[in-house]
């Protein structure tokens, strides 16, 4: 594999690592952080379980995930292949955060209190809570954390 390949699909790689972490509710439950934080592509590139990803194990990794992300098997990853991956790397965390907002919704009412927020393993959420809840109404709605996540995306 050329070195420019290997530093585009290790950058990929450890962005999708920073991406997953810099997002709320990183435990078992969410589908994106597991064994004590680790995210679950670093448990794909660790094949030996020994905690350390060898530069081995670090190319077989980088290889298949280039395969996964090369849709049209030219043997390139263009802008719009990538662009693709990053869109559904968005649409999958996405779809996390809205069912773990339902499994949290106990009283089903669409927003979250903070004993629901609490009981559903949300800790950013339960140390911000009343900085997001705009209106102080003691619940948290989508657009008020929506509101924080754009906030977050524009200073970084």
Not at 98 to 118: C, F, P, T
Not at 123 to 151: C, I, Q, W, Y
């Amino acid at each position: 594999m050329k070195m420019h390949q290997l530093v585009l699909l290790t950058s990929l790689a450890f962005t999708s690592f920073a991406y997953a972490n810099h997002h709320e509710g990183h435990n078992k439950r969410d589908g994106h952080m597991h064994d004590g934080g680790m995210h679950p592509m670093f448990n794909q590139f660790d094949k030996d379980k020994d905690g350390k990803i060898s530069q081995a194990e670090h190319k077989e990794g980088s290889d298949k995930l280039f395969l996964e992300i090369d849709t049209n098997k030219d043997g390139f990853i263009s802008k719009d292949e990538m662009q693709a991956r990053y869109k559904t790397m968005h649409e999958n965390y996405q779809g996390a955060i809205q069912e773990r907002w339902k499994l949290a919704d106990k009283d089903g009412d669409g927003l979250l209190s903070k004993a629901e927020a609490e009981s559903g393993d949300m800790p950013r959420l339960v140390r911000d809570f009343e900085k997001l809840d705009k209106n102080k109404d003691g619940k948290l709605s989508h657009e008020e954390t929506e509101a924080r996540m754009k906030k977050k995306h524009r200073s970084h």
